[in-house]
């Protein structure tokens, strides 16, 4: 009785998320016939919700921790998390949730993809990093650009398009872990992206 009181409790908590698009630049019906695309994440200058640079969060979490278990390094150990759950968390996520799409393998991302002639980028302009504390929590959320390009011609942009407020959290609240949900944002930036090549550029 009570764990079912705690999981209404959220659902009552939780405030739903719109996200939305804004294109920029280009058409995405221009990206009609690109089989392949190599990605490139851009993290530099992303601003955190409530603080004006990430420097700032950063030492905000870290003094916080260590003031609350002095000499244990929960800091600097935050602080370490934060940047390795990028190539650890957010960028796999990204990518096999965008492949999942397309799983007759028409249209593919990935790092390093040498086969790729045309780039994805990935620009993260802000991020809210959410919180769960069991009975109250509130999903993660990002701001990113997604750029498309010949990667021999980078100046030369085919697509942009801005995606605000993209959610990220998991299933029946288990998501204790910050990098975990932004993840999550990560997989439904893919998701959608997707979804809208599938829409008006296959």
Same mark, same amino acid.
């Given at each position: +009785? ?8 959220? +659902? ?49 979490? +870290? ?56 780039? +994805? ?82």
């Amino acid at each position: +009785m009570r764990k079912l009181l705690v999981v209404i409790t959220i +659902m009552i908590t939780t405030v739903v998320v719109a996200q939305k698009r804004k294109d920029q630049e280009g058409s995405i019906k221009d990206l009609k016939g690109i089989t392949a695309y190599n990605l490139i994440f851009d993290y530099e200058n992303i601003k955190v919700h409530k603080f004006d640079t990430e420097e700032e969060f950063l030492k905000d979490k +870290m003094e916080k921790r260590e003031k609350k278990n002095p000499g244990e390094g929960r800091g600097e150990k935050f602080k370490k998390s934060w940047f390795a759950d990028r190539e650890k968390r957010y960028e796999p996520k990204f990518i096999e949730s965008f492949n999942k799409r397309f799983e007759d393998g028409t249209i593919k991302v990935g790092k390093d993809l040498s086969s790729a002639t045309h780039t +994805m980028k990935i620009k993260t302009t802000w991020i809210y990093p959410g919180y769960n504390v069991g009975v109250s929590r509130q999903p993660a959320k990002l701001n990113a650009i997604i750029t498309v390009y010949k990667t021999d011609d980078p100046d030369n942009i085919l697509f942009s398009t801005e995606y605000l407020k993209v959610p990220g959290g998991g299933a029946f609240g288990n998501d204790y872990n910050s990098g975990y949900r932004i993840s999550e944002g990560y997989a439904k930036l893919a998701k959608e992206f997707a979804k809208y090549i599938i829409k008006k550029a296959k």
